[in-house]
């Protein structure tokens, strides 16, 4: 018997080119669902010109994934997809959420019109990015480096931007899912700037007790890509960080083995905080602990809230 879902979505290019690949892959193995796109306006995207520094609480609700959420609580979608990197830990009371699919490229990538990477930009190149993250890692990269505000959707950033700034930074995941490939000068290494937790990652929201859509999106999940997203988001909540935090994290399972990377660095690139460590699969919890004691005893914990603090104090 054919039965029909309805599937939640921010209305962009990129959430629904998404949705179609997760569509896709639970038609593949469970051929009798079919479905229907439901296109949700979140807050996010009703203010897409402003910066996230100046959205104040809203930020902490979430602003691409609450009224998703919304939208499944309330049974007007059967599940919702989205970056799982925008997911909120603590989710609304009878949610579940889940990744899917195997991660895609998590780096950081340079769009520019020079044809350099970013050691050869101009002196005090301007760089487009809205993340504290990437600001805070890049300064300590290139300290003459200047920073704007971007927001909008990826296209119009990958192909009108570069013409107004030297620089534009985004997520490799992105660019590689529409097909933009063209458009990279330079994958940004780790070395250099190290992505946020759960980068890359695709995920679902359903609610709790329904076990026939909790079939179909465990149906697609990979086992390696959710266990290290789920460390990574796991130590940003260790870690108090949040849309303002200059928080790159990386949890990476290589030859049977867990690596987890942690970088903090304040805005000015005056502080800096790294540390790694590995283990087991199954010591993932264990070493998220271990590691978060020893950033919080270097002075990490103060870079996350003082960042805030600015972000915060200079919004509007």
Known sequence: MIREYRVGTRGSALAMKQTETIMARIQAKFPDTRFRVV??????????????????????????NTALEQAVLSGEVDFATCSFKDVETDLPAGLRAIS????????????????????????????ATSSPRRI??????????????????????????????????LAAAGLLRLGLQGHIQQFI??????????????????????????????????????????????????LSGGCFAPI????????????LRVRIVSLDAARRVEEEGSGAPEDGPALVEQLAK????????????????ALTAGKG
């Open 39 to 64: 296109e949700i306006v979140t807050h996010g995207d009703r203010f897409r010109e402003k910066p996230i520094a100046e959205m104040g609480e809203e930020v902490d609700r979430g602003i691409f």
């Open 100 to 127: 899917v699919l195997e991660r895609e490229d998590v780096r950081d990538v340079l769009v520019t019109r020079h044809g350099v990477d970013l050691a050869a930009l101009p002196p005090n190149a301007e760089l």
């Open 136 to 169: 805070s890692q890049l300064r300590a990269f290139r300290p003459d480096f200047r920073f704007h505000p971007l927001r909008g959707n990826v296209t119009t950033r990958v192909e009108k931007e570069p013409a107004r700034f030297d620089g534009v930074v």
């Open 189 to 238: 290494p780790d070395t250099v700037l190290l992505p946020a937790p759960a980068q890359a990652a695709l995920g679902c929201e359903f609610r709790a007790e329904r076990e026939d859509v909790a079939r179909l999106i465990e149906g697609i999940q990979h086992a390696a890509t959710e266990r290290c997203v789920r460390l990574e988001k796991a130590m940003l909540v260790r």
């Open 248 to 259: 790159g994290v990386l949890a990476r399972e290589e030859e049977g083995r867990l690596r």
């Open 294 to 309: 020893r950033i919080a005893e270097q002075g990490g914990l103060e870079i996350v809230r003082d960042t805030r603090k």
